[in-house]
Nanobody, 119 residues
Framework: QVQLVESGGGWVQPGGSLRLSCVVS????????MAWYRHVSGEAYELVAR???????YYVDSVKGRFTISRDAAANSVYLQMNSLKIEDTGVYFC?????????????WGQGTQVTVSS
């Protein structure tokens, strides 16, 4: 059974920090590049950070220097440390593989975790 369970979101003021966590099915985690995606209602899912099995990282320009993605094989988990948060970081954050998983011809997403940055 596929497991993508995100947590750690919340409300924070601009300049604040949050740490997102995602527990992943072991077989998927151990063989996949993992990523965090941001979704804002009415817009496409945006990949904001990804990390390979070998810990090579990529960040979209808008989060470089502020977000850090990491993975822990012992916990089958991927994390996103978000610092110096901006209002435009607001959205629902999902973890997934790269590319995102397709199950029964549809992209599979977990429940996501809401991040709201506002004053």
């Amino acid at each position: 059974q596929v497991q993508l369970v995100e947590s750690g979101g919340g409300w924070v003021q601009p300049g604040g920090s949050l740490r997102l966590s995602c527990v992943v099915s072991e077989d998927i985690f151990r063989s996949s590049t993992m990523a965090w995606y941001r979704h804002v209602s009415g817009e496409a899912y945006e990949l904001v950070a990804r990390i390979t099995v070998g810990n090579i990282r990529y960040y979209v320009d808008s989060v470089k220097g502020r977000f850090t993605i990491s993975r822990d094989a012992a916990a089958n988990s991927v994390y996103l440390q978000m610092n110096s948060l901006k209002i435009e970081d607001t959205g629902v954050y999902f973890c997934n593989t790269v590319p995102a998983m397709i199950i029964r011809s549809r992209t599979y997403w977990g429940q996501g975790t809401q991040v709201t940055v506002s004053s």
